[in-house]
């Protein structure tokens, strides 16, 4: 290893074509300008190991173009297909995956005792937070707040995430009751503006953790103990992401549970939408039904929620 030291603005030549220059220099950190043809890729080394790591993993990958024996083996091969186009997008991507993980955590950690999990697939980032912070909507009914943050494209988004004790159930609320996007940048983009991606994603799992948004939510979800879901449940039935789904059966899933529970209420259906979700196994799918079981607490009448919030509903 050739060892140089250079002071700000002095510059290294490497070959013909490429010179570097130290721009800045800190007790932490130092920059680089890097000057070098078009051609000449450049990147910071973690992310060179990750394209490393991909290409390794493309060539070991077998071939999938023989036509699948069956309708289930055809969705798999469409949804391996979207994921290697969606790898491919999101190596575009700063900061990178295992950094966005890494700072959700350190932010809770900083906040409160949290419970957290990671689905990382190198694609997408999954994230679920389970807080101290719970409220009863019945009796030992004990339901947690949480934090669900994922990477979408070029966007991370943070929402609020409930977790049922008694069946550990997770849904997601919808980011109409209260949610932040933070854009991420390319591969371009200098450091300062990396950092301000992640000062941006730590100020949202902070206001996330803290919000009182929670004691709103839960009010909600006694109020839905009282009211029936049959207008809920048909609208359900013909939503998109259910219909999509036929090969899996989840609208007969769905249905199973909510009977098999015995609760015709709101909050009944949302717990048969949530144990649905708990028992399916593809991430991304699971997500969006526990999106879909937070979402059933809008069907609230409004009459009701008025009426409700001149009650009180004890959250500790």
Known sequence: MLVISRKVGERIRIGDDITVVVLDVTPTKVRFGIEAPQTTPVHREEL?????????????????????????????????????RSKAQTMDLLPPIHEIA?????????????????????????VRAVLPDVCEPRPKDVIHRGIAARTN?????????????????????????WGQRIQRVGLAAPTEAIDTVKSELRQAVRQAATSDVFSTVAKQMQLATNVRADRAMRMLMA??????????QLPARIRRE????GDRSLYGLMNAVTATARKTPEPELRWRLEQLGGAVLSEIPTPVLIAGNAKRLACV
């Open 48 to 84: 060179w190991r990750r394209i490393q790591g991909e290409e390794s993993r493309r060539q070991l990958r077998p071939d999938t173009r023989r036509a699948p024996a069956d309708v289930s083996q055809l969705a798999t091969a469409g949804a391996s297909l979207n994921v290697r």
């Open 102 to 126: 890494a700072a959700i955590k350190e932010e809770l950690n900083s906040i409160t005792k949290a419970v957290v999990t990671v689905e990382d697939d190198e694609s997408r980032l999954l």
């Open 153 to 177: 494209a070029g966007e991370i988004h943070v929402q609020q995430y409930l977790f049922r004790q008694v069946c550990c159930n997770g849904a997601i609320m919808p980011q109409a009751v």
């Open 239 to 248: 939503l998109p992401l259910l219909a999509q789904e036929s090969p899996l």
């Open 258 to 261: 909510f009977h098999r529970a």
